[in-house]
């Protein structure tokens, strides 16, 4: 875990981080949440609507921005004030995801950090971008 203070931050920063989505993720997921929708949870209904196998939670997916501030991107020192996030393409089991970050913009006065933030899959796609907007606590 990093533990960059607000000083050793500079703009242009980056961090990045891989992931490999498992099976157990998805259960998990859908015992915290509740969220049943059949995408998600059954094949053949992933299937008769388009989709190779049953689709991750794009909230999942978006969970990894969490783990970029938390633990990368400042690390230790992040309190999450935000996350605007968008899906670009879904995103299976088995697919390994390349989680980035990097600094667009220093706020002195409020310590706040402002992310521009992506996650490609294996084969580089581009699944998801965000921007984070990120407090640094002392």
Known sequence: MNTYDFT??????????????????IQKFFEITGDANPLHRDASYAVAQGYPDCAVYGMLTASYYSTLAGVYLPGENSLIHGVDAKFLKPVFVGDTLTVEGKVSEKNDTYK??????????????KVSRATIRVGVLE
């Open 8 to 25: 050793d931050l500079h703009i242009g920063m980056t961090e990045e981080s891989t992931v490999t989505v498992k099976e157990e993720n």
């Open 112 to 125: 706040l950090l402002i992310i521009k933030a992506s996650i490609r899959n294996q084969d580089g796609e």
